[in-house]
């Protein structure tokens, strides 16, 4: 068969290898350290799969209870990161409050060779800066986790301030565990890539956050919801897709570069958030179905399907959170992703350099700047 085109964005091309996880786009497929998604979203907490991610075996009770320990001792941030949430601009967005915030630890004592400590660290702490930020926008105090709640209870109790409801809980868990880790998508890869500089743990995920807040990657979700709202009832649905895909418009949770057929994470989601929210579900399930159906007849052949992004609104919606903490919420999931990766990167490290194809002149004559016209 003919090579395919070069289409640029390095499709295809295989930038490491890897024992964290298998993104199977053929099959709609995709495994933890060798185990299938769907059985881990159904039955493990987040602490377990990080677990998983980080050590490469699922934990006994006596490693989770442990690393639970851990994560408690680290539910702390020092005065200054607190003192720079508080000076940012209320109007902030939370990516960019995370991003910033996290960067400020890195300061201090975040050096060398990355390590699980710090990886402990980053993760536990990433709900506590967002958490802190949502309370001063709202003109109140942060407050002190709760050593008895887990990673995604105490994430909600620290936002709201109240014992969050079971099935709230179980829903996050549900998501946190679903967006853990996914190959090589470009904030884990950008994570590498400084990882692979030997510069420190901090550097990495701050450059991997600056990744996964685009459109394209991370930063789709409060999209979905914006085009959700801008539909607003199943009647006007098809007219405005069809006009969407006619001026050349992405649909904001559809399509992906390495699944061919449906996520697996969206149809956890889907059935997660019909079940969270039947009313809401109408015009989404809805929705689905006809933009589905329009990108087969308007982009025949695309192959494209909807995406993790599409019910991971609905359902971080259903579980309390508001629209701008959506993409840091991913953030708090994809922690223990980038950090599994930057731990695999450095324990086996050479310099990651690729090279470009150069397309520009090569041979013009130089001209001093005072004969210049
Ligand atoms: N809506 C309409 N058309 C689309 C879409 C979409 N969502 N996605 C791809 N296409 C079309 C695209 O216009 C192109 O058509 P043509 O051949 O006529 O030029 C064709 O499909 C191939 O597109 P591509 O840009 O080469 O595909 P890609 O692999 O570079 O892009 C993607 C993957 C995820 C960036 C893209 O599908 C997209 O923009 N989706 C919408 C944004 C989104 O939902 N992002 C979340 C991604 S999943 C979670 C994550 O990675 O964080």
């Not at 630890?105 to 949502?134: C, D, H, M």
């Amino acid at each position: 068969t003919a090579a395919k085109p070069n289409k640029g964005g390095l499709e295809g091309i295989v930038a490491a290898t890897t024992a964290i996880s298998l993104v199977d786009g053929t099959a709609g497929r995709l495994i933890y350290r060798g185990y299938n998604i769907h059985d881990l979203a159904r039955t493990c907490t987040y602490e377990e799969v990080v677990h998983l991610l980080w050590f490469g075996h699922l934990p006994t009770q006596t490693e989770l209870s442990a690393l639970h320990e851990k994560f408690v001792a680290e539910r702390t941030l020092p005065d200054f990161v607190v003192q720079t949430i508080r000076e940012l601009p209320t109007t902030t967005e939370p990516m960019d409050v995370l991003r910033t915030a996290v960067s400020a630890w890195g300061a201090v004592s975040v050096s060398g060779k990355p390590t699980i400590e710090q990886a402990i660290a980053a993760t536990a702490r990433f709900p506590l800066i967002l958490a802190a930020f949502n309370r001063f926008r709202q003109g109140k105090e942060m407050l002190e986790s709760r050593p008895e709640l887990g990673h995604a209870a105490n994430y909600l109790y620290l936002l709201t301030g109240e014992l969050p409801k079971e099935e709230h809980v179980r829903g996050l868990n549900t998501y946190l565990v679903l967006l853990a880790d996914h190959g090589m998508n470009a904030s884990t890869f950008t994570a590498r890539i400084v990882a692979s500089t030997e510069s420190d743990i901090v550097s990495s995920l701050v450059a991997a956050l600056g990744a996964l807040k685009g459109p394209l990657h991370g930063g789709a979700p409060s999209k979905v919801q914006d085009m959700l709202h801008e539909i607003g009832s199943v009647d006007k649905a098809e007219a405005w897709i069809r006009e969407a895909i006619t001026h050349g418009g992405r649909l904001m949770g559809f399509g992906h570069r390495v699944y061919k057929t449906t996520d697996p994470r969206a149809e956890e989601l889907r059935e997660m958030a019909r079940v969270a929210d039947p009313e809401d579900f109408k015009l989404s399930g809805y929705v689905e179905q006809k933009a589905l159906a329009l990108l087969d007849e308007m982009k025949p052949g695309r192959k494209l399907y909807t995406n993790v992004e599409y019910y991971s609104a609905a359902l971080m919606k259903a579980v309390g959170l508001s629209g701008d903490l959506f993409t840091p919420t991913f953030a708090v999931s994809r922690c223990a992703g980038w950090t599994a990766h930057i731990l695999e990167q450095v324990n086996n490290n050479r310099l990651i350099r690729p090279e470009a194809e150069y397309t520009g002149p090569q041979s013009a004559t130089f001209v001093p700047l005072t004969e210049r016209k």
